[in-house]
């Protein structure tokens, strides 16, 4: 049976008084437009702390861009929330998909790099101390929300940090995300981030 996450996401804000307490929240987040609905969804409820890993990215230059849009928005929407951002390092991606050179994009290339960005974001969760952990991804309609909180439930089974399961993408959340965009004249790439979904998108865009 398939899950609504959304529904989940939904219950679990409903017993959260912020009032009382506002539960930390460590927010892994892609990039700029994929985070500005999230942030506008779930600032009310939590303190958030975004977390930018993503080996993934190809080249350095794109990964840096992404980052500094996202530190951008953060500041000219008012949220000025931390940005956390380990130092970037390609191998970890190339090493965890090795072998999955010729899979196409949404595959199980992509499982896999949900898992290590996901894996990641969790141990630092544990080791900050936050509350919950989840990510931006699941508003993209390109990315596999069930796979996303499958993960993200096994991770926390492993490290004792709830999951904050979502799909972001519901209640109109994408359409959102492209009006913030458009209000902040976000930078939206065309193409995931990884150097196999740049070579995809380049070949849709010849044809």
Not at 1 to 23: F, H, Q, T, V, W
Not at 56 to 79: H, T
Not at 80 to 109: H, T
Request: net charge neutral; glycine share 6%; proline share 4%.
């Amino acid at each position: 049976m398939k899950e609504n996450y959304g529904l989940m996401l939904e219950n679990i804000l409903k017993n959260i008084d912020p009032s009382a307490y506002r539960p930390t929240l460590l927010l892994h987040a892609c990039c700029a437009p994929c985070s500005s609905y999230v942030l506008e969804y779930l600032s009310e409820y939590f303190d958030i702390t975004l977390y930018y890993h993503n080996p993934n990215i190809y080249p350095q230059e794109e990964f840096l861009f992404r980052l500094n849009e996202l530190k951008r928005f953060s500041a000219e929407a008012g949220y000025n929330i931390p940005i956390e951002f380990p130092e970037y390092d390609s191998r970890e991606f190339f090493d965890a998909v090795k072998g999955m050179e010729d899979l196409s994009e949404g595959g199980e290339r992509c499982r896999v790099c949900y898992e290590l960005r996901l894996r990641k974001t969790a141990l630092a969760a544990k080791g900050g101390g936050y509350d919950y952990f989840t990510t931006t991804l699941s508003i993209s309609p390109h990315k596999n929300a069930q796979w996303l909180n499958e993960i993200g439930a096994a991770l926390e089974k492993e490290f004792g940090v709830k999951y904050l399961h979502s799909d972001f993408k519901k209640k109109n959340g994408y359409k959102r995300s492209i009006e913030l965009s458009g209000e902040y004249g976000l930078y939206r790439q065309d193409y995931c981030g990884c150097v196999y979904s740049k070579a995809e998108a380049e070949k849709r865009n010849k044809k």
